[in-house]
């Protein structure tokens, strides 16, 4: 059974920083592309960044380009994504997705 575990949310002044992991078990880690997508209320979920299984290659929304980073951690089966000079609009609850299973999401909240 595939779970997925995020944590490191919470609430941080404009400016500041995060960073969210996401913990797997019960899956072929290694060889997985994983994600990070995000859902503002109101709004659609959108994915936010996306890694390879390599690890080699990443993409970003373009509204988090330069400030977000997503990273792979194979031996810990876990993805982070560090969250670098946050602005109000990124308050969203975060959900990481590793080979179509999705996390229960966890909420970060932007706000001075």
């Known amino acids: 059974q595939v779970q997925l575990l995020e944590s490191g949310g919470g609430l941080v002044q404009p400016g500041g920083s995060l960073r969210l992991s996401c913990a797997a078990s019960g899956l072929t880690f290694s060889w997985t592309r994983m994600s990070w997508y995000r859902q503002a209320p109101g709004k659609a979920r959108e994915l936010v960044a996306g890694?390879?299984?390599?690890?080699?290659?990443?993409d970003y929304v373009d509204s988090v380009k330069g400030r977000f980073t997503i990273s792979r951690d194979t031996a810990k089966s876990t993805v982070y994504l560090q969250m670098n000079s946050l602005k109000p609009e990124d308050t969203a609850v975060y959900y990481c997705?590793?080979?179509?299973?999705w996390g229960k999401g966890i909420l970060v909240t932007v706000s001075s």
């Open positions: 997705n590793i080979g179509g299973a």
């Open positions: 890694i390879g299984s390599t690890g080699g290659s990443t």
